[in-house]
């Protein structure tokens, strides 16, 4: 039986969730200007550093988790601070990074892989959060679905509130295995920011940047920033 915990989006069936889920896209190299690079997702919808598939009974190591600063879009799977962090340490890494991920969404993909496999981890790292991030399952498309504030939301409370309302597990994640280290991301970005670390792809173009929409999504320089800082403070 399929364990929906495991995935950050489920289909009802496996086969037609690697359908969805395992391809390539081609980056739009207009938009990001750091390298050419395929976005590639594994057997559960990850985007692993090598491409490899994740199985319960892997030897672990390091585990990532977060939005998409950490599942690294616009750069390479090699460039998110989950694979600088490999490539520095020589050390095995699974980056559980989903786009739109807030706390919800962690704290299940935490628990439903820790819970799971036989080998636990010997350290997990959680780069979040951005405000008003919550999750729904769709029991019609059997489907979670990640939602942000500036999206349409059919929920019957502002999500805003969404934060106030989950706060209970913001502690639960810092406080889930005594190797666990929460990484403030806003505080992170700001000091990104502050050392001239925050680059993007689509703002080494003015032209660019007034003709397309500007995501936030940051360059190799912020996830070699933030690598170094779990290497050096934590590892």
Known sequence: MLNKDLYPC?????PKYRQQYRKRERMNDELHLHEPFDYYY?????????????????????????CSFTQGIGVSRQNCWPGVIQTK??????????GRAGPITTYRLMNGWYNSVKNKPKKIFVLGFFPGRTEIWNDTEKIFITQSPHETMDLPYDPFEIDSMYENIIPKIKQFTNTTVFLNILKINKLAHSAGKFDNG????????????????????FHEFVADMVINKYL
Do not use: M
């Not at 003015?206 to 940051?218: D, S």
């Open 89 to 98: 340490t020589n050390r095995t890494v699974k980056n559980f990074g989903i």
């Open 202 to 221: 689509r703002d080494a173009s003015k032209k660019l940047k007034e003709e397309t929409k500007w995501q936030g999504h940051p360059g190799p320089q």
């Open 42 to 66: 594994n057997n559960f919808g990850f985007r692993s550093i090598n491409q490899e598939d994740y199985d319960l009974n892997d030897i672990n190591d390091i585990w990532c988790f977060g």
């Open 10 to 14: 489920v289909k009802d069936q496996p």
